[in-house]
């Protein structure tokens, strides 16, 4: 039997009870036993129980306490990239940066495309996870935008949704067919919007700045065009379709347009879309650590795209973690691998670019990173804290400041642009099915 | 007074003192040109390695001339001919270059930001002999150089760029350096060869070339790369000489004393017109000349800012 655990006087912030209080909480059988103001105070455990290896009890005075931070795009690389990243090195990154569970994307080597695939990330998932792993399926055999892949087979085996992440289903009617396809299934597919030939070889926003540095741009356009084709089909299918890691501000308009017309669609946008603008590449003299895709966008975007936090346009804050050896960065900017670590950053970029700034509450934030996700992918015992759910807790200090480091990382990609910057909010604890997987800032 | 920077990598980040000290310091070395013997002690002990992963023949060769006029060693890696063609990283190679005492490296490179890298890991100072689409500092130091020699100051002069400015590192560098030091600079080509936000380096853009070269105390014509109309940016060769080729008749509309520049090599009767190229207006042959000095000036300033003395001072003593 699991240690009881008392967490205490901690600012709980529920998304569903939609408001934030300090209360105790008490974590039985890796389920949430019972949330209430000064069940911690005299008596921690209650009938009489003393801390100890039966009793763990957690002061949380001063911190935020959220239901378990649910990342809904992660690149754990296994199996086949194991030097840039692997199951156990990723989700222990996820546990310092305050995730419970991530949903592994499925672009390894070979993708994730069959049961046998999905099986295998669950399996080492068990044996070397420290947060709980939801396995991601591919929309097309091995991702090439030919023919779909088995996505029933996957699903029964556990596959949570389904992603060509890393490349666009080109073909329109392929993704018609794909989208009409998983509504029998019940799972979404997450769209990574990208016009290939629009994007025509750019390395970098299309702007000011990549006028300036000589580098090929990328136009909005060339994400726009994709999110208009799949919201429609969305509206002519019917099925749900989740838009991840969108960048720009005709994006969000796009979105708008969807949702007004009651397309079931969702969308994603990442810590770092919300913080750096593209002028981050001139800042940082072309450091490829500030390549990704999509790429950082102009300013006006970034304010899109936090006004689209504020107002609920957007559902919910994924990381796109995709780590790197450092050789694949240690290049010049257009050999680069694009991809940004983001998963121990996360959690610090939005308490300082949103919450600190006023586009988010804490309420807000564990909607966006935690509620959203979980009911993106159906886990009704996920993303609240209300008694019976999964005993899944992310514990924050608000005030903490920090510098980010990445050689201290617990992820092998170091490639952040983020690196050295000043950042306040910190994971301190991280607590998966009751049990402490992070404790003081500290892998336990 | 040498440069106070380790590298030279763009023109944006390079203040008008700096322009100007290497401006001045090219007049001053240019006078060696000219001599029976073409040597000066200056550089003696240092060396400079050439890096090249373009084709190129004016801006090597001149670097290399430049360099051995001053008594540098120079020596020359093409990258066909080298581990390159065996898969070595621009890291390793710059290492191993550097790792044989080499002061100074000059790189062309087809990306933009390679020499930024080089400059972070290598203690020689790196000099941008161009960049991807980025920038070609030497270039636009020489053509500015060339301008100021014929007319005497860039201050309020109306320079009109002609051709493909969003390919064009040469424009880049020009646009910085022209800007700074107070010309009136104009940029003219087919709308899809123009880059965005280009009028926020401080240029004024039109479509019209007629536009452009109204008026013109300088009209530089940037080299067309033919095989861009295969990726749909212009219809055909003849259509852009239609448009865009800068011809006798519409240089008619420049001033009366107006120049005429190209950084080469030329696509005579696209982009330029043989008979102009050839005329008494044009300072194509010049610019190769001031290419030399300037990058005399820009060795010399990175490299022999030592105790030795100034340029003038031992250029004047090997006189003859």
Known sequence: MKPKLVVKNGLVADPLAGKSKVQDIVVENGRIAAVAPGLGEGDPGGRGQEPGPDLIVIDASGKVVLPGLIDAHTHLREPGQEHKEDIASGTAAAAVGG???????????????????????????????????????????????????????????????????????????????ALEYVKMLGRPIISHCEDVDLVNEGVMHQGYWSTVLGLRGVPAAAEEVAVARDVILAGLTGSRLHLTHL???????????????????????????????????????????????????????????????????????????????????????NYAASGISGLETAVAVVVTCLVREGFLD??????????????????ESKGTLKVGADADLTIIDPEAEWTVDPAAFASKGRNTPFKGMRLRGRVTE??????????????? | ?????????????????????????????????????????????????????????????????????????????????????????????????????????????PIAGAPHFLARICQASIINAGDGMHEHPTQGLLDMFSIRERKGTLRALKVAIVGDILHSRVARSNIWGLTKMGADVWVTGPSTLMPPGIERTGVRTTFRVEEAIEGADVVMVLRLQLERQKKGLFPSIREYSRLFGVTRERLALAKQDFILMHPGPMNRGVEIASDVADSEYSLITDQVTNGVAVRMAVLYLLLGGGPEGSAQAEGGGEKR
């Open chain 1, 99 to 177: 995730f419970t569970t991530v949903a592994a994307m499925p672009n390894t080597d070979p993708v994730i495309d069959t049961r046998a695939g999905v099986e295998f990330v669950l399996k080492r998932a068990a044996e070397a996870g420290r947060v709980n792993v939801l396995p991601l399926g591919a929309v097309t055999k091995g991702q090439k935008g030919a023919e779909l892949a088995e996505m029933g087979d996957m699903a029964e085996a556990g596959a949570v949704a389904f992603s060509d992440d890393g490349r666009p289903v080109t073909g329109s009617e392929l993704m018609r067919c």
């Open chain 1, 247 to 333: 960048s720009t501000a005709g994006s969000m308009a796009l979105l708008r347009w969807a949702k007004d017309r009651g397309f079931p669609v969702t969308a994603d946008v990442t810590p770092h879309h919300l913080a750096l603008t593209d002028e981050a590449v001139r800042t940082l003299d072309y450091d490829t650590d500030t390549k990704v895709n999509p790429p950082l966008r102009a300013s006006e975007d970034v304010e899109a795209l936090r006004e689209a936090v504020r107002s609920g346009l957007v559902d919910l804050i994924a990381t796109d973690h995709a780590p790197h050896h450092f050789d694949d960065k240690d290049v010049e900017y």
């Open chain 1, 362 to 379: 804490w309420v807000g934030l564990a909607r966006m990173m935690s509620l959203a996700p979980a009911r993106l992918f159906g886990l």
């Open chain 1, 430 to 444: 991280t607590i998966v099915g009751g049990r402490v997987v992070l404790l003081g800032g500290k892998l336990v």
């Open chain 2, 1 to 109: 007074m040498p440069l106070n920077r380790k590298d030279v990598l763009t023109l944006e980040d390079m203040s008008v003192e700096e322009m100007t000290l290497i401006l001045d310091t090219a007049d001053s070395l240019k006078e060696i040109l000219g001599r029976d013997i073409k040597k000066v002690p200056t550089l003696r002990g240092r060396s400079v390695m050439t890096l090249f992963y373009e084709p190129s023949t004016r801006t090597r060769t001149s670097f290399e001339m430049a360099g051995k006029y001053m008594s540098a060693d120079t020596a020359n890696i093409a990258t066909t001919t080298s581990a390159v063609v065996k898969g070595e990283t621009l890291k390793d190679t710059a290492w191993t270059v550097e790792a044989m005492g080499i002061d100074c490296i000059v790189m062309r490179h």
